[in-house]
């Protein structure tokens, strides 16, 4: 008996049928949608897994419309009501009310931007001022102390040094496929706190919040990141619930060769990111290092450095004294404090003064005192720019020593010694100057250098102030003085949006200092004539914008844009551009996010199109 054979083309034919059969069974299955593509883009479920990695599998919005709840296969899965935006945002600050502890207000907030991220922006956005103290500092600071007690689900990415020589494969986990920003840390020096491992995953989640709700960055397009070098915090690595790896840092050098391979893999998988850097303890080697390569900035160094300047040079016109009569002390002589100082000098500089007298007006303050030249010790290579030749050998060991010593007219704090601006010390200001310029800038608030209360009664109400974390107002003469905040988010969401914008190869210094300069000139008149330092909190979002044309401006005249066509715009038509790819968590036609050309046809940085914006 002769068995039949088939040809190729009839294996061919038979595996087509099949998968023909196949599809129309799929098909047959599936349940029927009765709304536009449009409309599903918008407000589709989490559970294809291609969007965000950590939210609820269903979004079960109470504002979503018959249609809508049909759509999605929620109705009478949440109450028949239909609930406008306002209504939903007056629940959700009831329930934060309700909240009696910072970190339980944290942890309400964090939840719901893991589980409906366009009410979570909305709510942030509506009410900044009151919000934005739980979402960043100073309560982030409490929760990354905590974070492996209150962990409940991923919220970003964690790199262990284990994985080195694979971080590529690592990398490719992360579920977004358009990613514009990142924000990075390895948790060595949180805020004031120090060494918190893998804990310090609360500052790159709430960094990127700030990104979204103040300069419209699609959250979808941010990717937190903590590497674990280990920790030298032995309470952590007594924790029994600590989550970090249980070693010692690995050297400066392991450091290095890592981060080499970090941001290879990064670029690789997002060819143009832009790459900031957070709490380091060692910041400065890694933006020298990369700075030049890729798209990189670090918000400490010169995040910090611009808003402070930002609110210098108001605090300077208010003052009313030339600019080369200043003489500026600062307690504190680390990263933050010399990047902020070196801001400063450049305004200086920009102004006509030479450099070697602009770093004359500066005395940087250290545990050890006096940063001089003679002082017996090595000094840290960032602390020698500033370091003092004109002491004639008379060393001195604490701040008030070189408060009588200089007379100066500005106080900065960047040293996270609480209460060091003593009132001995105020008052001495206030006796030097009619207006002293008093700026205790280190986080948390029980960190910080002095209080805005004590600065009014120490100055007799007279003082210049701006502190980093927020103050309560005071009143005087029945009119109530709101404190000035220095606060990074006034400036980093503008660059980071202005940076993603213009597809800067570089960030350069000349865009930060431009970050700055728009900040200033940002003030409204009814903010310039109570004398604010800063814009309303409120208004943070059209500052973004502001600061985003500074930016992108101070971009095209380095050359180091490449989104050419923005050149061809007005200051006014390039705010519209701006504002026209901020995310709206309001709108809700679909959402706008990343670079696009001005006649509005939207594409990714990477030449693809853009697809609408899921939440």
């Given at each position: 008996m002769t068995i039949p054979t088939r040809s190729s083309s009839q294996y061919v034919y038979t595996a087509l049928v099949s998968a023909i059969v196949l599809l129309v069974a799929v098909l047959l299955t599936r349940r029927p949608c009765d709304c536009s593509d449009d409309y599903m883009s918008v407000h589709r479920s989490f559970t294809d897994g291609t969007h965000s990695p950590h939210p609820a599998s269903i979004d079960f919005d109470t504002s979503f419309d018959e249609e809508a709840r049909k759509a999605l296969h929620i109705k009478g899965l949440v109450p028949p009501a239909i609930e406008g935006f306002s209504k939903q945002e007056k629940r959700c600050l009831e329930q934060i009310h309700l909240k009696s502890t910072a970190i339980d207000k944290y942890s309400y907030l964090s939840n719901l931007r893991n589980t409906n991220a366009n009410m979570f922006y909305r709510l942030l956005i509506d009410n900044m001022r009151e919000l934005t103290p739980y979402v960043y500092t100073p309560t982030v600071g409490e929760a990354c102390v905590k974070w492996s007690h209150i962990y409940e689900h991923p919220e970003g990415l964690y790199l262990s040094f284990t994985d080195k020589g694979n971080l590529r494969s690592v990398i490719a986990n992360w579920p977004q496929e358009n990613v514009e920003i990142t924000v990075i840390t390895d948790?060595?020096?949180?805020?004031?706190?120090?060494?918190?491992?893998?804990?310090?995953?609360?500052?790159?989640?709430?960094?990127?919040?700030?990104?979204?709700?103040?300069?419209?960055?699609?959250?979808?397009?941010?990717?937190?990141?903590?590497?674990?070098?280990?920790?030298?915090?032995?309470?952590?690595?007594?924790?029994?619930?600590?989550?970090?790896?249980?070693?010692?840092?690995?050297?400066?050098?392991?450091?290095?060769?890592?981060?080499?391979?970090?941001?290879?893999?990064?670029?690789?998988?997002?060819?143009?990111?832009?790459?900031?850097?957070?709490?380091?303890?060692?910041?400065?080697?890694?933006?020298?290092?990369?700075?030049?390569?890729?798209?990189?900035?670090?918000?400490?160094?010169?995040g910090t450095g611009a808003v402070i300047l930002g609110g210098m040079i108001?605090?300077?016109?208010?003052?009313?004294?030339?600019?080369?009569?200043?003489?500026?002390?600062?307690m504190g002589a680390g990263s933050a404090a010399v990047g902020v100082a070196r801001q400063i000098c450049d305004l200086f500089v920009r102004n006509g003064i030479p450099e070697e007298k602009a770093k004359q007006m500066f005395w940087l303050v250290d545990s050890r005192g006096l940063v001089t030249a003679d002082r017996g010790d090595k000094l840290a290579e960032h602390k020698l720019f500033f370091q003092r030749t004109d002491n004639d050998g008379v060393q001195c060991k604490t701040l008030e020593e070189v408060v009588d010593l200089v007379r100066p007219t500005a106080l900065v704090g960047l040293c996270t010694i609480g209460g060091i601006f003593t009132e001995p010390i105020v008052r001495k200001m206030a006796s030097f100057n009619e207006a002293p310029i008093i700026f205790p800038l280190s986080n948390p608030s029980s960190k910080s250098e002095c209080t805005y209360a004590q600065a009014m009664e120490w100055t007799d109400n007279r003082v210049v102030f701006a502190s980093g974390s927020p103050f309560p107002a005071v009143t005087v003469d029945g009119i109530e003085k709101i404190p000035g905040q220095g606060n990074n988010m006034y400036v980093f969401p503008g660059i980071g949006l202005a940076t993603i914008l213009c597809e800067a190869a570089h960030v350069t210094d000349s865009m930060i200092y431009a970050s700055a300069a728009g900040l200033a000139s940002s003030l409204n008149a009814a903010e310039r004539a109570r004398g604010d330092l800063y814009p309303e909190l409120q208004r943070v979002r059209e500052v973004s914008v502001v600061v985003a044309r500074e930016v992108i401006r101070a971009a095209q005249k380095e050359g180091v844009d490449r989104n050419k066509m923005l050149q061809f715009l007005s200051d006014a038509e390039l705010e519209d551009y701006i504002r026209g790819r901020m995310y709206d968590p309001k709108d809700t036609a679909g959402h706008k996010s990343g670079a696009a050309s001005p006649d509005g046809?939207?594409?990714?940085?990477?030449?693809?199109?853009?697809?609408?914006?899921?939440?």
């Open positions: 948790g060595s020096r949180i805020l004031g706190l120090g060494d918190l491992g893998v804990n310090g995953m609360g500052i790159p989640v709430g960094k990127l919040a700030l990104y979204s709700g103040c300069a419209g960055i699609h959250p979808e397009r941010t990717l937190p990141i903590t590497i674990d070098f280990g920790t030298d915090n032995t309470e952590f690595l007594a924790d029994d619930l600590y989550m970090g790896a249980r070693h010692r840092r690995v050297s400066e050098e392991e450091q290095k060769e890592f981060m080499d391979e970090m941001m290879t893999a990064l670029t690789d998988r997002w060819r143009s990111i832009v790459i900031q850097f957070e709490d380091f303890k060692s910041p400065f080697w890694s933006l020298e290092r990369y700075r030049n390569t890729y798209t990189v900035f670090n918000d400490d160094i010169q108001t605090a300077f016109k208010a003052a009313s004294r030339p600019l080369a009569d200043n003489k500026l002390v600062f046809a939207s594409g990714s940085r990477d030449g693809s199109p853009r697809g609408r914006a899921n939440l």
